[in-house]
C-alpha cells in the first residue's frame, strides 16, 4: 500500500464548478501538507502549504486537513480553464522527506 | 520569487553516454533534491543535499551520483545511461531539511536512445 494515495482522475468538469480533489494517507507522522500545481511539460508549483489540521485559504483555492481521518483536499472555486493542470498533494513529517501522491489530472472545459 | 534553474528542457542521449543535468538556485536555500517523475508512479527522490559537499541518497540512487560544490548549484550525474532512464528530472530546492515547501525547476525532459 502507498503512504499517499491520489486518484489520478482525469477529471473533467465545466467552466465555474467548484472541484475537490483529495489524497488519504498512512503514516500519522505527517505533519506538513502541500498542494502542487503543475502543467503540462513544466515543474510542480507550489499551490497551498499548510499544517496540521485545520483549514487555509488563498483566494479560489481552499486547503483542508483531517489529520484524524488521515485525508486532505483541495477545493477550487468558479474553476477556470486555466485550472487545468494536474494537482500534487504532498505531505511530511517534521525533518523528513516529501512524499507524493501520483497526481490528479483536471480538466476544466470552457 | 524564487528560482530555480535547469540546465536544459530537453536532452537525448545515447545509451552508455555520461550525462550531466545541472541546477542553480537564486534563494540561498541550503537543502536541494532531484527527483524523477514518470507517469503513474509520481514523484521519486534520487539524491538530496542539506550542505555543501554533503549528499544522501532518496528511494532510487542506483545509477546515479550527484555533486554540490556550490550552495546554489547541485548536479545529477548518469554515470552510464540506459534506456529505464528515460523520464523527466526534476530539481527542488527548499528552506526545510525535509523538502517541506520545495520549489521545482522546470524539468528536464530525458530520452536515451
Known amino acids: 500500500q502507498k503512504e499517499v494515495e491520489q486518484d489520478p482522475g482525469p477529471l473533467s468538469v465545466p467552466e465555474g464548478a467548484i472541484v475537490s480533489l483529495n489524497c488519504t494517507y498512512s503514516?500519522?507522522?505527517?505533519?506538513?501538507f502541500m498542494w502542487y500545481r503543475q502543467y503540462s511539460r513544466k515543474g510542480p508549483e507550489l499551490l497551498m502549504y499548510t499544517y496540521s489540521s485545520g483549514n487555509k485559504e488563498d483566494g479560489r483555492f481552499t486547503a483542508q486537513v483531517d489529520k484524524s481521518s488521515k485525508y486532505i483536499s483541495l477545493f477550487i472555486r468558479d474553476s477556470q480553464p486555466s485550472d487545468s493542470a494536474t494537482y500534487l498533494c504532498?505531505?511530511?513529517?517534521?525533518?523528513?522527506?516529501?512524499?507524493f501522491g501520483a497526481g490528479t489530472i483536471l480538466r476544466v472545459k470552457s | 520569487d524564487v528560482k530555480v534553474t535547469q540546465s536544459s528542457r530537453y536532452l537525448v542521449k545515447r545509451t552508455g553516454e555520461k550525462v550531466f543535468l545541472e541546477c542553480v538556485q537564486d534563494?540561498?536555500?541550503?537543502?536541494m533534491f532531484w527527483y524523477r517523475q514518470d507517469p503513474g508512479l509520481g514523484l521519486r527522490l534520487i539524491y538530496f543535499s542539506y550542505d555543501v559537499k554533503m549528499k544522501e541518497k532518496g528511494d532510487i540512487p542506483e545509477g546515479y551520483s550527484v555533486s554540490r560544490e556550490k550552495k546554489e548549484r547541485f548536479s545529477l550525474i548518469l554515470e552510464s545511461a540506459s534506456t529505464n532512464q528515460t523520464s523527466m528530472y526534476l530539481c527542488a530546492s527548499s528552506p526545510h531539511r525535509g523538502a517541506t515547501e520545495a520549489f521545482f525547476g522546470q524539468g528536464t525532459r530525458l530520452t536515451v536512445v
Open positions: 534563494m540561498d536555500h541550503e537543502n
Open positions: 503514516n500519522s507522522a505527517f505533519q506538513y
Open positions: 504532498a505531505m511530511s513529517g517534521y525533518g523528513n522527506k516529501l512524499v
